[in-house]
């Protein structure tokens, strides 16, 4: 590689790249987890940082969708992402599927990726809720593994490195996912020259968000009860429902203990986020320490509406506008694909292509 190479590398700005699954209106464990911290990036980032966020259809697709509800739940989570206070201006916002380089930088990818390294990764055995020490030789796990969702980590990595992203944005649990992104720039890079960024962590400091009625679990869709979530577009009467039924236990008083009272832990984690007076939780214990679940919860639903506050008007608003959302995308995915071109054409060169 040439000094001028190298510089190239040194004076690029810094790029931010993150993801999330068309689900729908996210819950508050998306918002506590990531969402909230892509919207404080437009502040804390310098102007010259590109912030670049997409709404991963492709990844949506590696278990089976009806076409009309995935159509519907990307606009529900591009109404959501603009409710929530993400600036188009400032920021990119597009649909995966808008921009063919991810898909086209993917393929080129697994050309170089381990499969040993891919067949180590959890995502595709949780998805199939198989074991984390299931093979690919186990027999059930052969007829049952589609390569789309077996080859999720290639298309997360060309994700991010289509757009030669710096830093990505990530929860404790997708680590793993940025480590393999990682390790595909090492392979190319070893095969082809030093073309293609290696990305740092942006880790959030929010500790996962876990489901009101299984505390051991964290807060996901996928729950058959609706009352284990909250939705960032809930009415203050169903945040005060669902925090009002949350699991807790008969032990008197309120403490902060994870491993023996993750019910009353999990609120106080909820409350500290939102708390005006940024207590932790450890802290809104002690001043709760002597109290009933029911007074800690009517204090976890009030900050928790303040804190909420706005979200579904806008939300409402956006989404009775289709067109406006139209525009947004496809402004979005025009930038995204003038972003991922640059890369695509260094990569192709170095390929041969």
């Known amino acids: 590689m ?9 004076l690029r700005p810094r790029v931010v ?9 996210p819950h508050l464990g998306n918002y506590v987890g990531a969402l909230r911290q892509w919207v404080n990036l437009q502040h804390e980032e310098k102007p010259s940082t590109k912030l670049i966020y997409s709404i991963v259809d492709l990844h949506a697709i590696t278990v089976p969708q009806k076409p009309e509800v995935l159509k519907q739940r990307k606009r529900e989570v591009l109404a959501a992402l603009l409710a929530i206070g993400l600036d188009p201006e400032r920021c990119t916002i597009f649909y995966q599927s808008s921009v063919p380089a991810h898909s086209e930088l993917m393929w080129i990818l697994a050309c170089t990726a381990s499969v040993g390294y891919l067949s180590r990764m959890t995502q595709w055995k949780s998805k199939l809720s198989l074991d984390s020490s299931s093979t690919l030789d186990e027999g059930p796990v052969g ?5 789309g969702l077996f080859s999720y980590p290639v298309l997360q990595a060309a994700d991010i490195l289509a757009h030669r992203a710096t830093h990505v944005p990530v929860g404790h649990d997708q680590q793993q996912h940025l480590e393999f992104a990682r390790e595909c720039v090492t392979n190319f890079n070893h095969a082809y020259g030093n073309h293609l960024v290696p990305p740092s962590t942006i880790t959030s400091p929010a500790q996962r968000i876990m489901s009101l009625t299984d505390p051991t679990s964290k807060m996901s869709k996928s729950h058959k009860a609706q009352r284990s979530r909250i939705l960032i577009t809930d009415t203050p009467e169903e945040i005060r429902s669902k925090i009002g039924s949350a699991l807790t236990d008969s032990t008197p008083g309120v403490s902060y203990d994870p491993a023996t009272r993750p019910g009353f832990s999990n609120l106080l984690e909820i409350y500290s986020v939102f708390d005006a007076e940024k207590r932790s939780p450890v802290q809104l214990a002690q001043v709760y320490a002597n109290s009933s679940p029911k007074v800690l919860k009517e204090a976890v639903s009030d900050a928790l509406i303040a804190g909420l506050h706005g979200i579904r008007d806008r939300y409402l608003d956006l989404s009775a ?33």
């Open 321 to 353: 506008n289709e067109s406006f959302l139209e525009m947004i995308e496809k402004e979005g995915a025009r930038k995204a694909q003038e972003s991922a071109q640059e890369t695509m054409e260094i990569v192709k060169s170095a390929v041969g292509l």
């Open 17 to 25: 790249f993150s993801g999330i699954q068309p689900t729908g209106v």
């Open 143 to 147: 007829s049952r593994l589609k390569l």
């Open 2 to 10: 040439s000094p001028l190479a190298g510089a190239k590398h040194i």
